[in-house]
């Protein structure tokens, strides 16, 4: 607020203070905080395409023009500060990691590729059928909360398919797994929120940094358990030379790649492959969970494009009730063109921070090096470029290339450019799953006019989601 501004600099957001900048307009709950930085990014789209947002004296350029975040996307691989708030649990993980990320990053894509993938099918499977007989006492009986059952199954789901299938041993642990990553998120936002917190020596004398340490205590104790049990479950059978040949109904979790990578190449050392576990899990659950929950509110206001999705699963799966295979998903064309325009209109996550270690050419302006961006994937999502019809919910664009944006890489709700989401196979493959088990037994209800959202780390419906659920006949 004390240097001069340059005319070719991006604008100030108006009611910038000095040293705090704009964060007290942060402070606040996740709807209040959710409801502001919807009006920055209207703010940003309706005037200069960036515009500068300041964190105390901290500046972070926001983002919502597509061309833009595809720039930065591809130009800045690296994690802004805050992510480093993580650093106690998450480190190394791919999310957060700085240094090692590249490396890394090439040696986990094998353990996400189709093939990898195909094998989870039946552990997707397994989980959506429990999830839908858990549902069925909410069956008839009016509008009910979905999101802890979702979160329930995915949670499950990538427990399962990270830590193996024996992970039902420690199933107890699961709740408490959920409990605290959930806290774990929540204490993060809030540490961001308030810009004085960002100072570590303040911080640490806060009780949210101890509850912090506690809760990450108990996330690593139960991972570092279960790679220790895996590893002497493993030395004893010897199974190493197996692990690359899973039969069709069985698969490999990530534990035991990770483990023979660590093994044969020295690739990471426990600490390490736990910080990937765990971040992977973190990173796969909620979002899916909360994708589904949309996904749902959308298709339960759209009867005529849930009985279209039916009737698809008819003809892919024939009438029978049997169990979805690898060879159905790529045939589900449709239900994947309702999952991409709900993770268009509601991203789970609406944003995506990055900093530049060069300087960095926008359409309208240079910035120089050591910038941190914003870029708002949901500011993307509803930008011009997807046409007239951009609020609109209409899977139907998927299907026309004429009705997308000349650039196929403005759909950023797995990201964008080279750091975007290693899982975003995984969870198109496990959303499509659980909606066929979810479709074939249950017609969905929602009124999407009365969906109101929050966001912290992810944005969410804001309360009880006007969902209800009948058996079909
Ligand atoms: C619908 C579900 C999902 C959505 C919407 C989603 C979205 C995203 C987004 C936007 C990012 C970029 C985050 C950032 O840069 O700050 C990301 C990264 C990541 N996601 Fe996902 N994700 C989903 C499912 C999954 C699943 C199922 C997994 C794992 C099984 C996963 C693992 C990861 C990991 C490890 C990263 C970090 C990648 C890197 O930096 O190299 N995600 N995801």
């Known amino acids: 607020w004390v240097k001069p501004r340059s005319a070719k600099s991006p604008p100030l957001y108006p009611g910038c203070l000095p040293l705090i900048g704009h964060a007290y307009k942060v402070i606040g709950d996740s709807k209040h905080m959710w409801e502001f930085e919807k009006k920055v990014y209207d703010y940003v789209a309706k005037n200069k395409q960036v515009v500068e947002f300041r964190f105390g004296t901290h ?13 930065v996307a591809n130009h800045c691989l690296e994690k802004p500060f805050f992510y480093g708030f993580f650093e106690e649990i998450y480190d190394r993980g791919l999310v957060t990691a700085r240094a090692n990320w590249k490396s890394h990053r090439k040696l986990l894509n094998p353990a996400f590729n189709l093939q990898v993938l195909q094998s989870f099918v039946g552990a997707f499977c397994k989980e959506a059928k429990f999830l839908v007989t858990s ?39 699961l709740e408490n797994y959920a409990h605290a990553t959930d806290e774990i998120f929540l204490l993060f936002m809030q540490r961001v929120q308030n810009v004085m917190l960002h100072l570590t020596y303040i911080y640490k004398w806060t009780s949210a940094s101890k509850r912090f340490g506690e809760l990450g205590d108990i996330v690593k104790g139960i991972t570092s358990s279960v790679i220790t049990n895996r590893k002497t479950e493993l030395k004893s059978m010897k199974h190493f030379d197996e692990v690359e040949q899973p039969d069709t109904d069985d698969f490999v979790p990530l534990l035991d790649r990770m483990l023979e990578l660590a093994d044969k190449q020295d690739a990471f050392d426990d600490d390490e492959m736990r910080e990937h576990l765990d971040t992977i899990v973190a990173a796969a659950y909620d979002t899916s969970a909360t994708a ?16 279209r999705m039916v009737q698809e699963f008819q003809e892919v799966l024939g009438d029978q009730e049997r169990d979805v295979t690898r060879h159905d998903l790529p045939k589900l064309v449709y239900t994947e063109a309702v999952i991409k325009e709900s993770l268009r209109l509601y991203p789970p996550v609406p944003r995506i921070a990055r900093t530049s270690s060069t300087d960095v050419k926008l359409t309208k302006y240079t910035l120089p090096a050591k910038c941190t961006y914003l870029i708002s994937v949901y500011g993307l999502h509803r930008h011009p470029v997807w046409g007239p019809d951009k609020d609109q919910f209409i899977p139907d664009r998927w299907l026309d290339p004429a009705r997308l944006p000349k650039n196929p890489f403005f759909f950023a709700g797995f990201s964008l450019g080279k750091r975007n989401c290693i899982g975003r196979l995984y969870g198109i493959m496990a959303l499509k799953t659980t909606l066929v088990y979810i479709l074939r037994k249950y017609r969905v209800h929602s009124d999407v006019k009365k969906l ?14 006007h969902m209800s659920i009948e058996l079909r006949a």
């Open 59 to 71: 500046p972070l350029f926001v983002i919502t023009d597509p061309d833009d975040g595809l720039i």
């Open 135 to 173: 549902l069925s006492s909410e069956a008839g009986k009016g509008p009910f909360d979905i999101q802890p059952y979702l979160i329930t199954n995915f949670l499950g789901t990538a427990c399962r398919t990270t830590f193996g299938p024996n992970f039902d041993e420690i199933s107890e642990a």
């Open 452 to 465: 109101d959202t929050k966001c912290d780390l992810l944005m969410k419906p804001a309360s009880g989601h």
């Open 292 to 307: 589904l929950t949309f996904i749902l509110v959308l298709i339960g206001s759209h009867p005529e494009v849930q009985e």
